[in-house]
């Protein structure tokens, strides 16, 4: 086994998230330059769309420019820096289970932790805004979309598996 595990994000889907994001937020601009009679929730909807997917597309762009490992798997824990939320390290000892979750059609691989509020109290600023939002979608306080990773999901829980088993037998 060696020490680490490493994932990268798969390339091909970030580059589709990226134009994705990039027509959302063409949408919120066209959102805006449409006159309605009553502007203000238009106003509001669009600034939010732009807000949101255009903060998404540049961390996309930042992937794709600058390629860092989405999940690293190690004798200390998982690492998530799968999605601009990424939990960053989850020490074996912090987490209870872990699952895989469906939500609107996609695959997440949730790491359900001792703490609920473990990864909203690690974060700061609009990370910390994006956690509460999230908290309430899926029951597990970690997330990672297998769907992004560049490895098969037998692969990455062969890995977690291993490296949770040894760190379990540590422990005791």
């Given at each position: 086994?060696?020490?680490?595990?490493?994932v990268m994000a798969k390339r091909?889907?970030?580059?589709?998230?990226?134009?994705?994001?990039?027509?959302?937020?063409?949408?919120?601009?066209?959102?805006?330059?449409?006159?309605?009679?009553?502007?203000?929730?238009?106003?509001?909807?669009?600034?939010?769309?732009?807000?949101?997917?255009?903060?998404?597309?540049?961390?996309?762009?930042?992937?794709?420019?600058?390629?860092?490992?989405?999940?690293?798997?190690?004798?200390?824990?998982?690492?998530?820096?799968?999605?601009?939320?990424?939990?960053?390290?989850?020490?074996?000892?912090?987490?209870?289970?872990?699952?895989?979750?469906?939500?609107?059609?996609?695959?997440?691989?949730?790491?359900?932790?001792?703490?609920?509020?473990?990864?909203?109290?690690?974060?700061?600023?609009?990370?910390?805004?994006?956690?509460?939002?999230?908290?309430?979608?899926?029951?597990?306080?970690?997330?990672?979309?297998?769907?992004?990773?560049?490895?098969?999901?037998?692969?990455?829980?062969?890995?977690?598996?291993?490296?949770?088993?040894?760190?379990?037998?540590?422990?005791?």
């Amino acid at each position: 086994m060696k020490d680490d595990f490493i994932v990268m994000a798969k390339r091909g889907r970030m580059i589709m998230l990226a134009i994705f994001c990039l027509v959302f937020v063409a949408a919120g601009i066209f959102i805006l330059s449409v006159p309605f009679n009553e502007p203000t929730l238009p106003i509001v909807i669009g600034i939010l769309t732009i807000a949101v997917f255009g903060l998404c597309f540049l961390y996309y762009i930042k992937v794709l420019v600058k390629p860092e490992p989405a999940v690293v798997v190690t004798k200390e824990g998982i690492i998530d820096q799968s999605s601009y939320i990424g939990a960053g390290l989850v020490r074996w000892e912090e987490i209870e289970a872990i699952d895989f979750l469906n939500f609107s059609g996609q695959v997440f691989l949730g790491i359900f932790t001792y703490d609920r509020e473990l990864v909203i109290s690690r974060s700061r600023g609009i990370k910390k805004l994006f956690n509460r939002l999230n908290k309430g979608l899926l029951s597990s306080q970690v997330n990672i979309p297998v769907k992004n990773l560049a490895c098969s999901v037998d692969e990455l829980m062969n890995a977690i598996g291993e490296r949770w088993e040894t760190a379990i037998r540590k422990e005791s």
